[in-house]
């Protein structure tokens, strides 16, 4: 008990990562059952090999919240919502059109490469996917990192607000930023009586 923490503390913090594990595992599962739904419903393939085109996408959605704010350019930090709508729908009409380009010979060599549970077990050829069609893989990486920075909302990060405490000194002012006051002239004046 001196030396460290006591046992107990250690498995309630072991029952939180296994929670915070589970959770994390069934979001991630959903997500992938909605963009295998999506996709099959516009007419694309989605398969595992598709998972390293998603990569740049998920490294910047978990530097964002390290960083305590939105990643992206300023241009884009200064769009309206309905900039954002027109700029992300043009994206998403490129990103269809330029899928099928990437995603077919990715999926052709996943299936030359016996990429998925096999007879030898789960085998995923990363080498061969990025080498089917890297410049489509590249677009269409571009293209799955852009639509997350327009679609992204704009969060201002909150800085602390500075309340001088009560019955403190009066903050230092500059000359320079107090306003000018009138001179008095240097004769007396002698419409006062003494």
């Known amino acids: 008990m001196f030396a460290g923490r006591s046992r107990s503390d250690k498995e309630a913090e072991q029952d939180a990562m296994m929670k915070v594990m589970i959770v994390f595992g069934g979001a991630l599962l959903l997500l992938l059952l909605a963009l295998n739904a999506v996709f099959t419903a516009v007419g694309l393939q989605f398969g ?62 996943w299936r030359a490469a016996h ?10 050829p990363v080498g061969v ?29 909150r800085e602390p607000e500075h309340t001088r405490p009560p019955g403190g000194p009066e903050p230092l002012r500059s000359p320079l930023a107090t306003p000018r006051r009138a001179d008095r002239p240097r004769w007396p004046d002698h419409t006062r009586w003494p």
């Open 48 to 109: 595992w090999w598709s998972a390293p085109v998603f990569a740049p996408l998920f490294i910047w959605l978990l530097a964002c919240p390290a960083c305590n704010r939105v990643l992206r350019p300023v241009e884009l930090d200064g769009l309206r919502w309905r900039q954002r709508l027109c700029g992300a729908g043009v994206i998403v009409v490129v990103l269809w059109v330029c899928w099928p380009l990437w995603a077919g010979p990715a999926a052709r060599a």
């Open 115 to 124: 990429g998925g549970a096999g007879p030898s077990g789960l085998s995923y």
């Open 129 to 157: 996917i990025l080498a089917a069609s890297p410049v489509a893989m590249g677009m269409v990486a571009f293209l799955l990192l852009a639509l997350g920075m327009v679609l992204a909302p704009r969060i201002r990060p």
